[in-house]
Nanobody, 121 residues
Framework: VQLQASGGGLVQAGGSLRLSCAAS????????MGWFRQAPGKEREFVAR????????TYADSVKGRFTISKDNAENTVYLQMTSLKPEDTALYYC???????????????WGQGTQVTVSS
């Protein structure tokens, strides 16, 4: 199983980025997909999740209304559209796949390598 995250970069506050995570080696439409992030000196935190069917999503309060998670089962890809970015969104962003619809990182079985998002003020 491989999860390949991409799309990170440097953006000014108020800007937007779209992260992508391409999955291979698993039956993509049977997995919950999640995005997590980890800032320097902080623990990894939940950002967003989406059910295998794409019919249900959940967001951390800190990103609600600004970030949108979506998945394309035909392309085996999950996306995180990020708008109105803030400096506190700066972190290494990870995608993950699991069989349980949860915000808890420990229940996700597979992880991507992370993509860096840096938001300047």
């Amino acid at each position: 199983v491989q999860l390949q995250a991409s799309g990170g970069g440097l953006v000014q506050a108020g800007g937007s980025l779209r992260l992508s995570c391409a999955a291979s080696g698993l039956t993509f439409d049977r997995y919950v997909m999640g995005w997590f992030r980890q800032a320097p000196g902080k623990e990894r935190e939940f950002v967003a999740r989406i059910r295998w069917s794409g019919t249900s999503t959940t967001y951390a309060d800190s990103v609600k209304g600004r970030f949108t998670i979506s998945k394309d089962n035909a392309e085996n890809t999950v996306y995180l559209q990020m708008t109105s970015l803030k400096p506190e969104d700066t972190a290494l962003y990870y995608c993950a796949a699991g069989r349980v619809y949860t915000e808890a990182a420990t229940f996700y079985d597979y992880w991507g390598q992370g993509t860096q998002v840096t938001v300047s003020s």
